[in-house]
């Protein structure tokens, strides 16, 4: 089985840093996505990791750290419009499954 | 662009009728999937479907069936509505390889009185 932990909530202020942790066990790995999703819609693609180390796309970034079963999306110059829910989702691999579990998602509120 | 499209964004039925929900992608996806989103639980797996006329039972299939009868289409029945099947339902599709993301629809908001 797997299991992906992630904070319920988090807040912060419009222009900062924020960073949102994603810790999980499973019984094999084959790569970890996050996906923003707002409310009411559908969730939106933003990264992928299957090797270790920090991928960036733009004011995003992703980081994965296989060896302690964790990864982080840094979300700079936060915007309003970053207020979202953001799902973390890793894919194990046994017996070739390609079917990724999701985490429960953080809601993260931007306020001025 | 990749293209999922559900029939309906809202949805009200009464309990015990039957609900068809359908899903439609425009990419050649081999991969399909039914999931249910509750607040502070999730996204959970109904169904998915890795070819026409296949399905697999993910983690909450009971109450659900599915049908694959087109590569592009892929439909979740509730045989019989129930009040806690009230909820946000989602459909995604992925390549054979699964070695890309899940690209997702917009939804469908089933409120079942």
């Known amino acids: 089985g797997q299991n992906i932990d992630q904070p319920t909530e988090m807040t912060a202020t419009e222009g900062a840093i924020v960073q949102i942790n994603c810790t999980y066990q499973?019984?094999?790995?084959?790569?970890l996505f996050w996906y923003q999703q707002h409310a009411g819609e559908a969730p939106t693609f933003l990264s992928y990791n299957v090797l270790d180390g920090l991928e960036e796309k733009g004011r995003f970034s992703s980081f994965l750290s296989r060896s302690k079963g964790y990864s982080y999306l840094l979300l700079k110059e936060l915007q309003m419009k970053d207020s979202a829910s953001y799902l973390c989702a890793v894919r194990d691999h046994p017996g070739g499954s390609y079917i990724p579990t999701f985490g429960r998602g953080t809601s993260l509120i931007v306020h001025p | 662009d990749v293209k999922v499209t559900q029939s309906s964004r809202y949805l009200v039925k009464r309990t015990g009728e039957k609900v068809f929900l359908e899903c439609v992608q425009d990419?050649?996806?081999?991969?399909m999937f039914w999931y249910r989103q509750d607040p502070g639980l999730g996204l959970r797996l109904i169904y998915f479907s890795y070819d026409v006329k296949m399905k697999e039972k993910g983690d909450i299939p009971e109450g659900y069936s599915v049908s694959r009868e087109k590569k592009e289409r892929f439909s979740l029945i509730l045989e019989s509505a129930s009040t806690n099947q009230t909820s946000m339902y989602l459909c995604?599709?992925?390549?054979?390889?699964?070695?890309?993301?899940?690209?997702f629809g917009p939804g469908t908001r089933l409120l079942v009185l």
């Open positions: 995604a599709s992925t390549n054979i390889a699964g070695a890309e993301t899940q690209y």
């Open positions: 990419m050649d996806h081999e991969n």
């Open positions: 499973t019984s094999g790995f084959n790569g």
